[in-house]
Antibody, heavy 124, light 107 residues
Framework: QVQLQESGPGLVKPSQTLSLTCTVS??????????WSWIRQPAGKGLEWIGR???????NYSPSHKSRVTISGDTSKNQFFLKLSSVTAADTAMYYC????????????????WGQGTLVTVSS | DIQMTQSPSSLSASVGDRVTITCRAS??????LNWYQQKPGKAPNLLIY???ILQSGVPSRFSGSGSGTDFTLTISSLQPEDFATYFC?????????FGGGTKVEIK
């Protein structure tokens, strides 16, 4: 059974870089036709997709964050990472990592499973 | 970007009620639509993918329908554990986008 666990600093100063790690157990991030993704949720608000990393190493990012985001992976540690630069208070949110599963036909994809999330606050 | 609009944003219902939540896409997404349930303090949990396919382990009282731009999540008989927030999400194109959520509360 695949499990994901986010980790990283809970407090980041404005203008600095937010760095988070998602540790995956039960499934190699380099195998299968999956994506590994980051999503965030400000308190009391909706979900916002940040970007994804394919098992091939290719990435896709939301245009809203593209200039500030990097998602990468370390297959030896079975981890993938989020770096978000030049953060402001608007980046304060619960950050989730999730696997994107790809259906056998039709190109359908969905987020499953999710990590439990890690709260990041941007404040001086 | 494809905008996803859910309605209502919240509703009050009683145990045993039939509940329907609507999700509308700003353009046709065929049936590339997923539904998630989120309970307070927890991560979202997949309920339905490809508009109508029930994820393994999800109770059969949940069902999804729709295609094109209009979609529906139905809970046939609301149970105490179903009080939560529900989100739709389109997987038709990048960027992946979510609806604003529908909070189902106890009447």
């Amino acid at each position: 059974q695949v499990q994901l666990q986010e980790s990283g600093p809970g407090l980041v100063k404005p203008s600095q870089t937010l760095s988070l790690t998602c540790t995956v157990s039960g499934d190699p991030i380099s195998s299968g036709s999956y994506y590994w993704s980051w999503i965030r949720q400000p308190a009391g608000k909706g979900l916002e997709w940040i970007g994804r990393l394919h098992t091939s190493g290719s990435t896709n990012y939301s245009p809203s964050h593209k200039s500030r985001v990097t998602i990468s992976g370390d297959t030896s540690k079975n981890q993938f990472f989020l770096k978000l630069s030049s953060v402001t208070a608007a980046d304060t949110a619960m950050y989730y990592c999730a696997r994107i599963e790809v259906g056998d036909t039709g190109g359908y994809t969905w987020f499953d499973p999710w990590g439990q999330g890690t709260l990041v606050t941007v404040s001086s | 970007d494809i905008q996803m609009t859910q309605s209502p944003s919240s509703l009050s219902a009683s145990v045993g009620d039939r509940v329907t939540i609507t999700c509308r896409a700003s353009q046709s997404i065929n049936n590339y639509l997923n539904w998630y349930q989120q309970k307070p303090g927890k991560a979202p949990n997949l309920l339905i993918y490809a508009a109508s396919i029930l994820q393994s382990g999800v109770p059969s009282r949940f069902s999804g329908s729709g295609s094109g731009t209009d979609f529906t999540l139905t809970i046939s008989s609301l149970q105490p554990e179903d009080f939560a927030t529900y989100f739709c999400q389109q997987s038709y194109s990048i960027p992946l986008t979510f609806g604003g959520g529908t909070k189902v509360e106890i009447k």
